[in-house]
């Protein structure tokens, strides 16, 4: 009786006709509603009915696959926003930009949004492939979510690289032109490609109308569906990793092996360490309120720290894009600045063979590493010669990465960052 | 009603084994062929850039020893007594514009020079600056040809 207005004000809608068409059950109130809730809304269906208690350890995901799919969303709505006034000219593009900085009413804020948040994903799309790496969750029964996973750190890159050049500034113009000459260093096809991809010879308005359609519908579709087969898989491999306890019950049930008089009910079929098997009872918690509501608070933290950064820190905006004149020195974008520095030295080591060869072994890693211990648990001692790797490779490119961000000025020579001289514009 | 369900996979009979391999083949080629037509769609095949064949004005309007850059194609003409030639002003390392120095040339992204035959003296660019053919037009203008690529000691004598 004495629930607060708010509480009182939804159960009594929930009990009207209306209120009951809609929701169905209305704020679970035992246990068999707090199952019901989970499989008779759409959003919350996606997820089980109960959920194993480590998975709900913010110490072990982090929920960095979470906010990744909380910026994936800001990004879609900003970027709808943007969609409304931007036009993919080369002509008007840049102006068109000034318009939302200036003239157009929240046109900076939302622009703002979309920018730093593009960038935040690039960040915690290699934090979260950490997170996997470093608690060995790409193991049996995951090998093929982390290739998917693989995939979709690709598409990230893909769509923040795309998104760079409409702006049509001085930073847009060169990042692209570098960044398609550097695929232009790939053997055989090298050429072919970045033809393909600018739709021409040099980057103008058929680069910015094909980049245009490939960061507004292209990869994000092909990315959300991605992130759909993800999601369905952490679900479908039982939830996230754990390690082994003592309690389980360890069934292995090869499909085959079924006896074949039977018939089965599809859903019956559970694989492996599907929810249902190899769990004990006592370490369940509902989902209903204990998944959806961190869920949801995650969602409110990543949409504040976003909307922060947004209203604080603006988007560069450079001069209008000038073929003529490229920036001293030119740079792609930050998280290729790391292969911009390899290709410093060698165009084709450091712009096709190194990447190639870390894609390749990224996608190939979990069939590679056969060793089955040390999942579920961070940094454990039966992986430390595969984490030692890991860590090398993953040091050596944030090292070269930082120097291609803040030890490089004009000339790509040496500068030290409290001592940066601005880019100069060179004339003739 | 019976569709005979073959009920062990040996059993493939020689019309199933040439309906399979045809279907087979006819999925496959349907794929691969929509697949190609869809690349070949995305090659354009007119370009609105610049020619790559334009006329570069009088040989007189270029003084002797002069190195002249034309913004719009991306080239230096250079002039030393009764020859002509003509440098590409694309770096070969990334595609950046590069700048004259004093001898030869210097590219600003990073960082490399080249000479004044356009060959690397240092940096990261892999080959030197392209040279490419100068003719005479009919009416006494410089031609120029990105399309043909010369060696460095061609010169066009007038
Ligand atoms: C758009 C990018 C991505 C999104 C939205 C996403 C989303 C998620 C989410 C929500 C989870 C659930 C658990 C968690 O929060 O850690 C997860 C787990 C997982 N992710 Fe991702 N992810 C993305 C990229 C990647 C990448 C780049 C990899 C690796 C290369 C990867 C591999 C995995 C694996 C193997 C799991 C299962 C982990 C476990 O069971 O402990 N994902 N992902
Ligand atoms: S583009 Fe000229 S040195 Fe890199």
């Known amino acids: ?428 | 009603m019976n569709h005979s369900i073959p009920d062990n996979k040996k059993d493939v009979s020689r019309r199933g084994f040439f309906q399979l391999t045809l279907g087979w083949l006819a999925g496959s080629f349907a794929v691969a062929a929509s697949a190609a037509g869809a690349v070949r769609f995305l090659v354009p095949n007119v370009l609105f850039e610049p020619s790559l064949r334009f006329k570069a004005g009088k040989p007189d309007d270029y003084p002797d020893g002069s190195v002249t850059f034309m913004e719009d194609e991306r080239i230096f003409l250079v002039r030393q007594g009764n020859t002509f030639r003509c440098l590409s002003a694309i770096c070969t390392h990334l595609g950046c514009t590069v700048n004259r120095a004093d001898h030869g040339y210097h590219c600003p992204c990073h960082g490399s020079v080249f000479d004044d035959q356009g060959a690397v003296k240092s940096g990261p660019a892999p080959r030197g600056l392209e040279w490419f053919q100068v003719t005479l037009s009919k009416d006494n203008r410089l031609l120029v040809d990105k399309n043909q690529r010369v060696a460095a000691d061609k010169y066009l004598v007038l």
């Open chain 1, 1 to 428: 009786m004495n629930a607060p207005l708010p509480k009182r004000i939804w159960q009594w809608f929930t009990r009207t006709r209306v209120g009951r068409s809609i929701f169905r059950i209305g704020l679970p109130e035992s246990n068999l509603e707090q199952s019901q809730v989970m499989v008779s809304s759409f959003l919350l269906h996606v997820q089980p009915v109960k959920v194993h208690r480590h998975s709900l350890r913010a110490s072990y995901s982090l929920g960095l696959g979470l906010i990744l799919l909380y910026l994936f969303l800001i990004l879609t709505g900003t970027g709808v926003l943007l969609m409304f006034y931007y036009v993919p000219s080369t002509e008007k593009a840049y102006d068109i930009m000034k318009d939302l900085q200036y003239v157009v009413s929240a046109g900076l804020v939302i622009r703002n949004m979309h920018r730093w948040a593009g960038h935040l994903m690039v960040l915690f799309v290699l934090l979260h492939m950490c997170r996997v790496f470093y608690t060995g969750a790409y193991k049996r029964p995951r090998e093929f979510n982390w290739v998917i996973g693989v995939g979709l750190f690709l598409l990230t890159l893909g769509l923040s690289f795309t998104g760079y050049l409409l702006p049509w500034d001085q930073l847009a113009f060169w990042a692209i032109t570098v960044g398609t000459n550097i695929a232009g260093y790939a053997p055989v096809i090298g050429t072919k490609l970045k033809y393909l991809m600018l739709g021409g010879n040099v980057v103008g308005q058929e680069a910015l109308t094909r980049f245009y359609a490939l960061h507004v519908i292209v990869l994000p579709t092909v990315a959300l569906l991605m992130v759909a087969v993800h999601l369905w898989r952490v679900r479908k491999d039982g939830g996230l990793s754990r390690p082994d306890e003592p309690g389980d019950i360890v069934q292995q049930i090869e499909l085959k092996q079924l006896p074949t008089n039977k018939t089965y009910g599809l859903m019956e079929l559970a694989r492996g360490t599907t929810p249902q098997v190899g769990k004990n009872p006592e370490d369940e918690v509902f989902a209903w309120p204990h998944l959806v509501f961190r869920e949801l608070l995650l969602f409110l933290l990543v949409t504040a720290v976003v909307l922060f950064l947004a209203i604080f820190w603006n988007a560069p905006l450079e001069e209008l894009a000038n073929p003529i004149h490229p920036p001293n020195p030119a740079k792609a974008p930050w998280y290729f600045l790391g292969l911009q520095e390899l290709v410093s030295y060698s165009a084709f080591w450091g712009g096709v063979v190194v990447p190639g060869l870390l894609v390749t072994a990224l996608m190939l890693l979990p069939y590679m590493d056969r060793q089955r211990k040390g999942v579920g648990r961070w940094f454990a001692r039966e992986r430390v010669v595969a984490n030692t790797i890991f860590s090398v490779c993953l040091v050596i490119a944030v090292v070269l990465t930082i120097i291609g961000t803040s030890f490089r000025g004009p000339n790509w020579g040496w500068v030290v960052p409290w001592k940066q001289p601005p880019a100069i514009t060179e004339g003739h």
